[in-house]
């Protein structure tokens, strides 16, 4: 009998590797906006500065670029602080404000001279961040109220009509139509008035929680009696009756504590501060003769701030770690390193800005998506009066703001806004009770409304 051949068998090696997967790299998410990008929507409203413009992109792709990497890692990069140096009127502070604008963040300006050393009578330098928080939290808010705009007016018609026709009508449907439309906001309907929220101080003139605030604040935590605001009946138009009851709707609808959060949330991470005026606060260096409470001493308060540290709000504490900072300054009288060592540390990227010339100025009139001339014609036609500008008299308003700057004081393109005003008096004030349709600006308009201005520079050259 024969004996079948076995087959032979078959040996099956799996290897495991023990080590694991590498994990992808964090990405910047598509669509984020390059820092080429940024400088371009930046040129569209601001002339010039491209040095100051690839700064604040580079700064802003960099929060980008943080908010992509781990947790651990995240905590570690901390924003490159900011110091701008130019003459007023050159673009600093809106280079700074549309920046905010793109990346739809928490903003706020100060007046480096409004603060003073702590101990003095004044404002200390923990209000900015305060005031960052309560921006924050305004912007926050806004969105919110976006998001539930569709339930809030719902609700908020429902409850007009059923103030004006009673709950047991059927068909709204010509009512509703009439409401949408107007005709019914002379009508007075019965409503709940919120009552006003008590007119507590919420701080003193340092910008710190009082005893006052303390204790209400507490209260309303342990459901006191001020926890929540009553109602009283009251009749109004319905023109009014609308605004009061979207706000109470939407406080319906959007959790005040869930907007704090992701207010305090925002300003620590995406916060920027800009303050203007640092020079203002600085003291040449042959000229220290003791302490200043609104110069070097508040630059010692601006420290543990701009590098980092914990402040208290009545919102809760919030941490300036990951904040932008952005300082300017004309610097005429002083220099950069007359600033305090430390805090010059502390603004490690540095850019210089130009002054505006004759060429820029003319830009500045023409080109910017909101020129000064984009908005006059705009305001006019409001009074059904079409503005022209003859190029000639364009140049002719650069010319002249560029020398008086030169002759008597530099304020950058801020003298087009004196210059503009003076051209178009006549227009401005007579626009409402003529029935002229267009309005031309040419050379001749123009030399007759500076002709005074232009005496007064002539004048200027001869004072010793």
């Not at 009509?161 to 002379?186: E, F």
Request: include cysteine; charged fraction near 30%.
């Amino acid at each position: 009998m024969a004996t079948e051949a076995s087959e032979p068998p078959i040996t099956v090696t799996i290897q495991v590797d023990d080590e694991e997967p590498e994990k992808p790299a964090n990405r910047i998410p598509v669509g984020t906006m390059t820092p080429r990008e940024i400088h371009d929507r930046l040129d569209e409203y601001i002339v010039g500065q491209s040095e100051a413009k690839r700064a604040v992109a580079i700064a802003l792709r960099n929060r980008y670029r943080r908010h992509a990497l781990d947790d651990d890692m995240k905590e570690e990069v901390i924003p490159k602080n900011i110091l701008m140096i130019g003459p007023t009127g050159c673009g600093k502070t809106e280079i700074a404000r549309r920046l905010a604008k793109l990346a739809d963040a928490p903003f706020v300006k100060v007046e480096a001279t409004k603060f003073t050393e702590v101990g003095f009578h004044g404002v200390d330098v923990d209000v900015m961040v305060r005031d960052l928080v309560d921006a924050s939290i305004a912007q926050v808010k806004l969105k919110k109220r976006k998001e539930v705009q569709q339930a809030v007016d719902e609700a908020v018609e429902n409850i007009i009509l059923t103030a004006l026709m009673g709950k047991d009508v059927g068909d709204r449907s010509t009512w509703k139509t009439l409401l949408r439309s107007g005709q019914l906001d002379n009508q007075k309907i019965e409503i709940d008035v919120p009552e006003s929220k008590p007119q507590t101080q919420t701080g003193n003139a340092r910008g710190q929680p009082n005893l006052q605030e303390i204790v209400f604040q507490i209260s309303n935590a342990s459901g006191g009696a001020s926890a929540k605001r009553g109602t009283s009946k009251q009749k109004v138009k319905i023109a009014d009756a609308r605004h009061i009851l979207v706000e109470a709707e939407t406080e319906k609808h959007v959790s005040g504590e869930a907007v704090t959060t992701e207010a305090i949330a925002a300003a620590q991470s995406d916060g920027i501060i800009f303050i203007d005026e640092i020079d203002k606060i600085c003291t040449p260096a042959h000229y220290r003769h003791g302490s200043d409470a609104s110069s070097e001493g508040v630059q010692r308060d601006l420290l543990p701030i701009i590098e980092g540290s914990t402040v208290t709000t009545k919102h809760g504490n919030i941490s300036t770690n990951h904040i932008l900072f952005i300082a300017s300054g004309a610097f005429h009288s002083v220099k950069p390193s007359d600033l305090m060592p430390e805090l010059q540390g502390r603004l490690p990227v540095r850019v210089q800005l130009q002054g505006l010339t004759q060429k820029d100025l003319l830009t500045i009139l023409q080109d910017p998506k909101t020129s000064l001339t984009k908005q006059y014609t705009a305001l006019m036609e409001t009074e059904g009066v079409t503005l022209k500008f003859e190029d000639a008299a364009l140049e002719e308003i650069a010319r002249i703001a560029s020398e008086v700057n030169t002759t008597v004081e530099n304020i950058g393109a801020r003298r087009l806004h004196t210059i503009m005003e003076r051209v178009l008096e006549d227009v401005s004030f007579d626009a409402g009770d003529t029935v002229q349709d267009e309005f031309v600006v040419d050379t001749a308009l123009v030399a007759e409304k500076t002709r005074d201005l232009l005496a007064n520079v002539d004048m200027s050259k001869l004072i010793l």
